[in-house]
Each structure stands twice: as structure tokens, then as C-alpha cells.
């Protein structure tokens, strides 16, 4: 069924890599949903190993693969970090999944993370009964996004909203949805 979405990456289908990261990201998960917050000491050596197995993988140009994954992860969640609508460490861990499986498959990753992150944020809305308040609190966003432009106008405004709002800890998401997406294409057996 996702046989469309399985992307040639030598460094992703290296025995063993999948289940590191995956590993990693779980760890990564619970103490996101135990601390709000993806430790430095997590999301640094995940890169740094990432570039360095990489390298030593595939030389220059597994390095180079290497860092665009990165950068692929770090784009991907540094607009909603600059808004305030996320932590730095989520930023962080997506990116350190780039350093490890590469650009395509982060993407990819990406996306059933943020399928995962949205299902999980609907039921924490249906779960707390206060579904008008967070629609409220929602279309509020979406409306400062439109109107203002200015990300740290916006991001201190998402501070002061955070008290109000339910956080949800995206290194949760981020972890399902990368473990999904290898699951999905037979990295993980």
C-alpha cells in the first residue's frame, strides 16, 4: 500500500538504522510527554552520530545526504517553532532523524507525524469536553497567522496563550509517525 512512498536511501535500509532511530525517538517520546521538553543530550548526539555514521558509511556523499536530511527537518518544523507553536527540541529531533535516514525519507516521516499529531490533538480537544474553547483558541491562530506575519509578534503572543492551551509534546507524534512511516515501507524487519 505505501510502496509509493519507499524512497531509495542507502543509509535508511542499512540493517539496523531504522531500529536505532526508533529507539531513540521512543526514548525521546516519553520524556517529551513526562518533561515537555526533547533533551539537548538526545537531539545533539542524534545529529552528530547521524552525520558521522553517514560519513563513515558512505563517505563524502552520505555526509553531504546526510546534512540535507537535516536541513529537511529543520525546515520542516522551524516555522511552527518561530510562531511559538512548538519547542526547539521537536525541531531538534526532526532533525536528527534527517542526519540519520536522509532527506526523502524525513519527509515522509514527517508527514505521518503530522497526520499522528493532528489525531492525537483532535482527541486531547474531544477528551478535555472543551471542544468551543480550543476551536476558539484555533481559529484565533489561524487568523493572527493570516493578519500579523511578523513570527515573533506571533511567537509572543503564542506565549502569552500557552497558559490556556493544552500542549501537546510533539517528540510524541514526531515518534509514532517516524516508527509508522518504517513500519510502513519494511525498514523495521
Not at 543509509?11 to 515537555?36: E, F, H, N, Q, R
Not at 518544523?77 to 512548538?86: K, N, S, T
Not at 509578534?153 to 493544552?166: W, Y
Amino acid at each position: 500500500m505505501f510502496e509509493q512512498w519507499s524512497v531509495d536511501s542507502p543509509m535508511a535500509t542499512t540493517p539496523g538504522v531504522c531500529i536505532l532511530v526508533s529507539v531513540i525517538l521512543i526514548a525521546a517520546a516519553v520524556i517529551d510527554g513526562w518533561k515537555l521538553k526533547v533533551p539537548n543530550w538526545i537531539t545533539f548526539p542524534m545529529v552528530f552520530a547521524g552525520w558521522a555514521a553517514s560519513a563513515w558509511l558512505f563517505g563524502w556523499s552520505g555526509l553531504v545526504a546526510s546534512l540535507i536530511g537535516t536541513v529537511v527537518g529543520l525546515g520542516l518544523l522551524l516555522p511552527l517553532y518561530a510562531i511559538g507553536g512548538m519547542g526547539a527540541g521537536d525541531v531538534k529531533l526532526l532533525a536528527g532523524v534527517g542526519a540519520w535516514v536522509w532527506g526523502w525519507v524525513t519527509f515522509y516521516a514527517f508527514c505521518f507525524s503530522a497526520v499522528i499529531g493532528g489525531l492525537i490533538a483532535v482527541g486531547m480537544v474531544i477528551y478535555s469536553k472543551k471542544i468551543l474553547h480550543h476551536a476558539g483558541q484555533f481559529w484565533a491562530i489561524v487568523g493572527e497567522i493570516m493578519v500579523i506575519r511578523d513570527p515573533g509578534q506571533l511567537s509572543t503572543i503564542a506565549a502569552e496563550r500557552k497558559s490556556s492551551m493544552m500542549l501537546l509534546p510533539y517528540g510524541i507524534p514526531i515518534a509514532i509517525g517516524t516508527i509508522a512511516y518504517f513500519a510502513c515501507i519494511g525498514l523495521l524487519l
